[in-house]
């Protein structure tokens, strides 16, 4: 690894294998991992660094991981507010680590907001005024998203207007520091994609597929174990507003478990939110990231999974 074409360059390699949940990018990664020299996994999704969420998450379990070591999975307690900039910063530490070492790390995951500002770094904006925090959280949703329509219309146009929590955080920066988010955003700092020579890979089979795939894990996660893990958390009385709260299928479950829905009734919410979620992502992998990563469209399979893992380690040999 000391030899290869991206030392040589100046710049450390990072493989990178992204896409919607479901779409098989966890057995990807290990396959990449056990053909790279000193493979490693690091975890790019935002649910699955919850220790409180090792089944609605759909993280791997040991067997899945193969023997091949994995960074960030199952790392955070659930009653912390984990985001992406600590997230960015807990990878680079590990990336460092991981190079002096001479490892192969792979980053591997479906939050973009993450891998963005991993690779181009994050909006410096300053912190919030306390008072104006307090009152824009106090206010009704879609109250809020009226002023926002006035104060930054932008941010307003992107965001559905039942999305509270993007609304709330672009409302109260606006109003806090006089400039909107995009505005922020422009000034990114702290990236790394230029000191990285990044082999990506989108997985992006075809929608039917990852539709089935998404409602066959929820019946799975309902059976073996993912209302169990939804009701511990509710025994810790934890913020409703913390991350590990609002998860996909925890909402749903809560429900279930207080005699609000049926057992069907949360399944079937549960399912169509992640299909939901599926579909988000698969139109932000679609059209966001650089154009010349790799877009794999094809179902993932035991047949052609060392392919891809191959293809995906030649790739960053040449790049």
Known sequence: MANSPSHTAGRLPLALIAGP?????????????????????????????????????????????????????????????????????????????AWEDEETPV??????????????????????????????????????YHDLQHLDPASAARLHPSDRTRILRALEVVRSTGRTLPQWQEQRE??????????????????????????????????????????????????????????????QVIAYLRGELSRDQALTQAQAATRQYAKRQYTWFRHQPPTDWIRHELPLSNNNIDDLAIKLHNYGLTR
């Open 190 to 251: 702290g990236g790394i994609a230029d000191m990285v020579q990044l082999s990506p890979i989108i997985l992006l089979p075809p929608r039917d597929w990852l539709r089935e795939r998404c409602d066959l894990r929820l019946e799975q996660m309902f059976a073996t174990g993912g209302i169990e893990e939804v009701a511990a958390l509710m025994d810790r009385q934890l913020s409703p507003d913390l991350p590990v709260m609002r998860a996909i299928g925890v909402p």
């Open 21 to 97: 949940t479901a779409s098989g990018k966890s057995a990807l990664a290990v396959q990449h991992a056990k053909i790279s020299p000193k493979g490693m996994v690091i975890n790019a999704d935002a649910s699955q660094v919850y220790a409180d969420l090792q089944i609605l998450s759909a993280r791997p379990s040991p067997e899945e991981m193969q023997d091949v070591p994995h960074r960030l999975f199952g790392t955070i307690d659930g009653s912390q507010a984990y985001n992406a900039a600590r997230w960015a910063d807990d990878v680079k530490r590990l990336l460092a680590r």
């Open 107 to 144: 980053l591997v995951g479906g939050t973009g907001l993450y891998l963005r500002t991993l690779l181009y770094g994050i909006a410096p904006v300053p912190p919030i005024d306390p008072d104006i925090r307090d009152t824009v959280r106090d206010m009704d949703t879609d109250a809020a």
